[in-house]
């Protein structure tokens, strides 16, 4: 099996302070009870954030190292927003991952929507954040886990950002929407770890899983989406390469639905083509409500 990362980020059951490269506002390290384990998780807050500031939860791909994003953390200082880094729970390889149906996963019981639910509670109350203004920005494994919690607790999050994510087959098949929901996804056409046209032979051993356009098309179609329009903008790294927005509005709800191609891209944060973290901030920043 093809692995997204190699690499395992040590699990601290104490907190600790690291400093942040872009300010002197520290990202630090807590733990969250959670059943019969402790959980950990790191906080972005900037320093002139305000009471009820909405918050951000970023999950982290399959095994990284990569558990906070500067330039997430960077929109969030000009933008006014926390970000919350959650740490997932190893599988039978010891990979920290979420849940979300892969092979070697059959061995976590964990329910993540619960474990949102949580952590959720936990960080709005503990923060002073915004309960009704929590968003999820994920990617790889936790971009998958977008399309999970989508579909299995529309309701828990605002609307979700996925950055190199996939759809099973299986919930294709099976599955509907219980409620619309707004989500954006960024995603390069030459990846080949969550490949653009997907997999439905299972060669890279993650589960059969739908191609990248037909998956955000099929939220728009759940969302009663009437209109797309396609546009395109420049990429940041070459200039010979397009990235194409196609965007689909008109839903009852009012709930967009976005997919970014980046052309030539590969399984990456793409912050190198595109401003990832600015263009999730955008999307999610039409769905804020006023109060709790």
């Known amino acids: 099996m093809k692995l997204r990362f190699f690499s395992l980020m040590v699990a601290f059951t104490f907190a600790v302070a690291v400093k942040a490269t872009n300010n002197m506002t520290q990202t630090e ?30 999950t982290h791909g399959y095994g990284s190292k990569t558990r906070w994003r500067d330039d997430l953390n960077a929109v969030a200082d000009s933008c006014g927003f ?5 740490d997932g729970s190893p599988d039978s390889r010891g990979y920290d991952s979420w849940n979300v149906g892969y092979p070697t996963q059959n061995c976590m019981d964990i329910d993540e929507a619960d ?3 949580h952590l959720i509670d936990e960080v709005t109350s503990r923060f002073s ?50 409620l619309p929901v707004p989500i954006i996804e960024i995603h390069g056409n030459a990846d080949d770890i969550a490949m653009w046209h997907g997999d439905h032979l299972n060669t890279g051993g993650w589960g059969p899983y739908i191609p990248v356009p037909l998956a955000v098309a099929t939220v728009a179609a759940h969302n009663r989406c009437t209109t797309m329009a396609i546009d395109t903008i420049p990429n940041k790294r070459d200039a010979s390469q397009i990235v194409k ?14 997919l970014y191609e980046i052309e030539g891209g590969k399984h990456s944060w793409a912050e190198e083509e595109v401003n990832t973290s600015k263009i999730l901030w955008d999307f999610f920043s039409r769905y804020l409500v006023v109060g709790n």
């Not at 733990?31 to 906080?43: H, K, N, V």
């Open 29 to 58: 390290k807590y733990t969250l009870a959670y059943g019969d384990t402790l959980r950990t998780y790191s906080m972005y807050v900037p320093t002139s954030i305000s009471y009820d500031a909405p918050l951000v939860v970023y």
């Open 82 to 86: 926390a970000v919350c880094y959650p």
């Open 115 to 117: 474990f949102f639910r």
């Open 129 to 178: 954040l915004s309960k009704s203004n929590v968003f999820m920005a994920g990617w790889s494994n936790g971009g998958d886990l977008c399309y999970h919690l989508a579909y299995t607790a529309p309701s828990l999050f605002r609307a979700y950002g996925s950055v190199g994510g996939l759809m099973y087959e299986n919930r294709y098949k099976n599955d509907t929407l219980t």
């Open 245 to 258: 927005c196609t965007s689909y509005s008109g839903s009852p709800s009012n709930c967009d639905v976005i």
